[in-house]
Nanobody
Framework: QVQLVESGGGLVQAGGSLRLSCAAS?????MGWFRQSPGKEREFVAA????????NYADSVKGRFTISRDNAKNTVYLQMNSLKPEDTAVYYC?????????????????WGQGTQVTVSS
């Protein structure tokens, strides 16, 4: 059983930055971040392998977001820069036994409760 707890969300102006954290209890492998805004499906944002040597990003966040992890702390981070209003969503972290190339939410078997990110224009 894995428990995931996200933190770091909030309200920020367009162009600003936020760093999300996801603290895990239990053994994790590939970790990912997803987001969901009202009326939309949950979408893949980024993923990182356990060894941190492989990452994957959605095209919409490439060059702006960076995923990282500290296995000693069992924590994954999402550094979000140059935020846009369209980044507004609830952000979730999740874990999967599969690789970083798998972007479907159904492949992830443990999820956090989510943290709200709101970007004002």
């Amino acid at each position: 059983q894995v428990q995931l707890v996200e933190s770091g969300g909030g309200l920020v102006q367009a162009g600003g930055s936020l760093r999300l954290s996801c603290a895990a209890s239990g053994r994790t492998s590939t970790m990912g971040w997803f987001r969901q805004s009202p009326g939309k499906e949950r979408e893949f944002v980024a993923a990182i392998a356990w060894s941190a040597d492989r990452t994957n990003y959605a095209d919409s966040v490439k060059g702006r977001f960076t995923i990282s992890r500290d296995n000693a702390k069992n924590t994954v981070y999402l550094q979000m820069n140059s935020l846009k209003p369209e980044d507004t969503a609830v952000y979730y972290c999740a874990t999967t036994p599969l690789g970083v190339g798998i972007v479907g939410a159904a492949a992830y078997n443990y999820w956090g409760q989510g943290t709200q990110v709101t970007v004002s224009s």
